[in-house]
C-alpha cells in the first residue's frame, strides 16, 4: 500500500492537547578541568535556555506547523509554571494550566557541555491522587473549539482519569489520539487511534519476529482496546499504521543522522493530529507524521518541525537525483518513491548502441508510472546473447548513455543470466518488455504479479536496432 505527501492547510487545526506538563531547562557550559572536591568535570555555565516538554512539547509542534493548539495539564503553584506558560505563550499556544497546591511542575535540568549530556536533574512530585474533577470540566469547555483531541501520558499522574476523558471526547464526536506509557494499555480502551513504540508495543503483546506477527498481534490489540487505528513507531524501520478494513501501511524511515530521539514521539502524534484536524485522510497524515519525525530527530533536545523543514524534505525527495546505482541504492529509492504514492515502472535489456528505437520505447514506458528503472546485462551476459563481437559499449558507457535521457530515472546492472532476482528484489509496480515477448514468459513477471503488480508488452520501432545499425556501418566501410 502507497500513500502521497502532501502539507495541508494547518491554519484549520484546531487541537487540544491534554497531558503531562514538563520544563525541559539546559544549561550550557564549558569544562576543561576535574573537580578537586570528587571525581566530576567542573562545567563553567554560560547559557541557558527553556522548553517545553511533554504534553507542552505537542502544543509546540502543532502551533509551529500552523496550528491552533490549547494545552490543558496539571502544574505546580512555582516559578517552573510561569516559565513554562512564558515558554508556550511565546509560541502562540493556549494555556489553560490547573495548579495544585503544594506540588511542584515538573522540571528536568540538563547540565550540556560540547554537545554532551553531563547529567540530568529532575524536580517533580507526580500528580497521582489529586483531584481531577476541576481538569475533568476545563476539559469540556476547552473540546468544544476542537476538532481533534490528544492525550499525552508520560505517567506523571495527570491522565490518571483518561477513561472519562476519552468518554466525554468520543460523546462528542471527537477524535482522541493517545500518546501511552507503561504496558498498561486497557486504560486507553476506546480511543480512536494509540501511538506505542515498538517496545512499549511488544511489552504488551510480546515480541514480534516479523512484519506478519507485528500485524497480526496488532489487529488483536485493536479489537481489545476497541480501536479504529493502530500507529507502531518502529525507530529505524519507520511506522506501520493498521485499521480494520485496510492493508497494513508500512512506512519506511526517512533515513538521516540521528542526533537525539527525545521528543520524537511527541513530533509524531502532534502532525498526525494537526493533519487529521485540516482534513487529511489517516494514511496522509501518517505518513506526513513520518517525515517530521525523520526531521526532528536531527537536533538537539525536545524540538520542533516548520512547515518550511517539510517542505524542504519533500522536495528533497522529489529531486533525487536520476542516475547509476547499485541494487542496494536502488531498493532504498523505490521504497521512498513508493512510499510517497509513486508507481515504479522497470524495464531491462543490453542497449549497447542506444538508438531512436530504444529512446521511444523507453519514453513510452515512463509515461506509464512515475519513475522508470532501467536495468542493463553486463558484458559477460551481452556476449552470451549476443556473440563474441559484442557489446560495442562496455556496460559503464550503456549506463551512462541511458541516465542521460530525460525520461529514465534509475539505471543499475545486473550479472545474471536474466534479471529475475534484481526484478524480484526491486519489486515494481509494472514491468514492461518491448517486441514480441510472450507475457507469460517475461523473467520476473511473476514476482511482479504476485505483489499486485502488471506486467506490459510494447512495440518497439519497425525498422531499427543494435543489429541492424552495425550492420550498414560494416557495409560501408
Not at 511542584?104 to 557541555?113: D, Q, V
Not at 530527530?297 to 529531486?319: C, M, N, W, Y
Not at 512515475?370 to 551476459?381: C, F, G
Amino acid at each position: 500500500m502507497t500513500v502521497k505527501i502532501s502539507i495541508p492547510d494547518f491554519d484549520k487545526s484546531n487541537v487540544l492537547v491534554v497531558g503531562d506538563l514538563m520544563l525541559d531547562r539546559y544549561w550550557h557550559g564549558d569544562t576543561s578541568r576535574i573537580s578537586p572536591e570528587a571525581p566530576v568535570p567542573v562545567v563553567r555555565v554560560g547559557d541557558a535556555e527553556e522548553r517545553a516538554g511533554g504534553a507542552g512539547n505537542v502544543a509546540l509542534n502543532i502551533a509551529a506547523l500552523g496550528g491552533q493548539p490549547t494545552v490543558l495539564g496539571l502544574v505546580g503553584d512555582d516559578e517552573a509554571s510561569t516559565a513554562l506558560q512564558k515558554v508556550l505563550a511565546y509560541k502562540n499556544v493556549k494555556c489553560n494550566f490547573q495548579a495544585v497546591a503544594n506540588s511542584k511542575t515538573i522540571t528536568k535540568l540538563r547540565i550540556i557541555s560540547r554537545h554532551q549530556q553531563l547529567i540530568r536533574l529532575d524536580f517533580e512530585d507526580g500528580f497521582e491522587g489529586c483531584d481531577h474533577s476541576v481538569l475533568n470540566g476545563q476539559f469540556q469547555n476547552e473540546m468544544n473549539t476542537a476538532s481533534v483531541v490528544v492525550l499525552s501520558d508520560y505517567g506523571k499522574g495527570t491522565l490518571q482519569d483518561i477513561q472519562t476523558l476519552i468518554a466525554l471526547a468520543r460523546e462528542e464526536n471527537k477524535p482522541v489520539l493517545v500518546d501511552p506509557k507503561g504496558n498498561n494499555f486497557a486504560r486507553y480502551k476506546g480511543a480512536t487511534l494509540i501511538t506505542p513504540n515498538m517496545s512499549e508495543f511488544e511489552a504488551v503483546v510480546g515480541a514480534c519476529h516479523s512484519d506478519d506477527e507485528l500485524v497480526t498481534k496488532g489487529m488483536h490489540l485493536l479489537d481489545e482496546l476497541e480501536l479504529e487505528a493502530l500507529l507502531i513507531t518502529r525507530s529505524e524501520k519507520g511506522m506501520t499504521l493498521l485499521r480494520h478494513g485496510y492493508d497494513a501501511l508500512h512506512l519506511p524511515a526517512q533515513t538521516r543522522e540521528v542526533f537525539d530521539v527525545t521528543g520524537a514521539g511527541d513530533t509524531v502524534i502532534a502532525t498526525l493530529a494537526a493533519a487529521l484536524s485540516a482534513g487529511q485522510p489517516m494514511d496522509e497524515a501518517t505518513a506526513l507524521a513520518n517525515q517530521a519525525a525523520g526531521i526532528v530527530v536531527s537536533k538537539l533536545g525536545t524540538a520542533t518541525v516548520s512547515i518550511e523543514e517539510l517542505q524542504h524534505a519533500l522536495r528533497d525527495e522529489e529531486e533525487i537525483t536520476s542516475g547509476v546505482m547499485d541494487e542496494a541504492q536502488l531498493k532504498a529509492l523505490v521504497a521512498a518513491a513508493k512510499a510517497r504514492g509513486e508507481k515504479v515502472v522497470m524495464t531491462n535489456g543490453c542497449f549497447d548502441i542506444l538508438h531512436a528505437g530504444h529512446v521511444t520505447y523507453l519514453e513510452q514506458a515512463a509515461q506509464l508510472g512515475d519513475r522508470l528503472v532501467v536495468a542493463v546485462n553486463d558484458d559477460a551476459t551481452v556476449r552470451r546473447l549476443k556473440g563474441e563481437d559484442r557489446p560495442v559499449n562496455t556496460m559503464e558507457r550503456r549506463m551512462r548513455m541511458l541516465s542521460a535521457l530525460s525520461c529514465v530515472d534509475w539505471v543499475v546492472p545486473f550479472f545474471d543470466e536474466t534479471p529475475t532476482e534484481l526484478i524480484c528484489n526491486i519489486s515494481p509496480d509494472i514491468l514492461v518488455k518491448g517486441g514480441d515477448n510472450d507475457p507469460d514468459k517475461i523473467p520476473g513477471g511473476d514476482c511482479v504479479r504476485k505483489t499486485g503488480g502488471e506486467v506490459r508488452v510494447m512495440s518497439y520501432v519497425d525498422g531499427v536496432s543494435t543489429t541492424g545499425i552495425i550492420s550498414s556501418i560494416r557495409e560501408k566501410e
